[in-house]
């Protein structure tokens, strides 16, 4: 059995690998079918088809979107990964299926802040993640965007 760390990594190499193609095959082989993402206080925000749905959102906005690993480390049930995103903002970016509208292209160049995400494995497939710092609201804000409050 490939160690958690191990299929992490592999997923993320496998993802960045030729953007977009293969951040959906990777998806595809690396997330259970039952993979959930969750914020903070627990609460699903995504299952694996919202996740690949939203990523490519952001990959036809965002043409040199990356995803930068700075540690990743088992602990506890799970591997922490500490990471940054970056982007050029090139294209409308739909966030429709958030309730947010498009976010017209602003040709910014966007260095998202470390974030920490827990991602759990089972075997060799990501189960579910939940970010630690980070979220929404953090992705968002760099593009002039704020979350309507609840």
């Known amino acids: ?58 990959l036809s906005a965002f043409k040199d979107f990356k995803s930068v690993f700075h540690e990743m480390r088992e602990e506890g049930d799970g591997v922490l990964v500490r990471f940054h995103w970056e982007g050029t903002h090139t294209g409308d970016f739909d966030m429709s299926p958030m ?21 759990f494995v089972e075997g060799d497939k990501i189960v579910g993640e939940k970010e630690i710092t980070g979220g929404m609201e953090w992705f968002v804000a760099p593009l002039g965007v704020k979350l309507p409050s609840a």
């Open 99 to 119: 309730g947010l509208g498009v976010i017209p292209a602003s040709g910014k160049k966007v260095v998202w802040p470390e974030a920490t995400t827990m991602f």
């Open 1 to 58: 059995m490939t160690g958690k760390v191990e299929v992490v990594k592999a997923w993320h190499t496998a993802a960045w690998a030729n953007p977009p193609e293969s951040t959906v095959e990777a998806d595809k082989m690396y997330l259970a079918d039952e993979f959930k993402s969750l914020d903070r206080n627990g609460n699903v925000i995504l299952d694996k088809n919202l996740l690949m749905g939203m990523t490519k959102l952001v």
